[in-house]
């Protein structure tokens, strides 16, 4: 079933495209460390060198080797981004899944919280809650991005599960006496596991772009090593300014690439799996 329905996605000839992007910056977080056995943090008194065989691109003002932190700091956002996702998406499920189903009073406050996170400006409340933090580990940046990316997802299956649960088949569940757990589990939730994919994406990228905007204002993580953060230490010592390029090119190279090649994944999979665009 599942070859049955990715099958149309490589036929599109974006989607390869974007998939490729995306497992190549994946398999770089992944495999590079191992392979680039250098560390990101160590100091050095070769400062501000630029690419060179020892270095393939270069150093910053500590020394440290730029490869070294560029591939760790892969690892890094992808882990937010994928963690975020996680949280946004297992929230949305929930609250819209258990409206849709309860209906009645249940769904009218949960609709009203949805309300209220949603028009919240989140990015504001991120900043203010990640201030107020000495001590920012990567998953607490990532639990900061997923508590308010799952609002749009909440209403969106929301809506389709009450569509779906006028169908005949979901009447037959009921009256054989399915609980509201074996009812989303069996017969809802399935029909919206592409929308929900297309979903966890978006989410993946909104945790990647968040925590570097996070960053890039000193709110991010403050141990290890991020996309975010090199930027952060690229403007603070005002690399584009001293023409330190390797320094600042690499990194938003990497989120530029990543975040679009999110977008196409996406929008991709809207395009081969949604009826209306299909007929257009």
Known sequence: MFATMIRPLFKNKKFIVGISIFLFFLMLGILGPVLYRV????????????PSAKYPLGTDTYGRDVLAQLLHGIRSSLYIGFLAA???LSIG????SLAAVKRGIVDDTLMAITNIVLTTPSILIAILIASYLRIRSMEVVAVILGLFQWPWFARAIRAQLMSVMS????YLSIMAGYSD???VIEDLLPTIAT?????FVLFINGGIMGEAGLSLIGLGPTRGISLGLMLQWAVLMEAVRRGLWWWFVPPGVAIVA???SLMVISTTMDEVFNPRLREE
């Open 39 to 50: 560390s990101p943090t160590k100091m050095t008194w070769d400062y501000e060198q630029p």
């Open 86 to 88: 996680i949280i946004s």
């Open 93 to 96: 499920t929930v609250v819209g």
């Open 167 to 170: 169908r005949e088949y979901v």
């Open 181 to 183: 757990m074996r009812l």
């Open 195 to 199: 929308y929900a994919f297309m979903s």
């Open 258 to 260: 990543l975040t679009a």
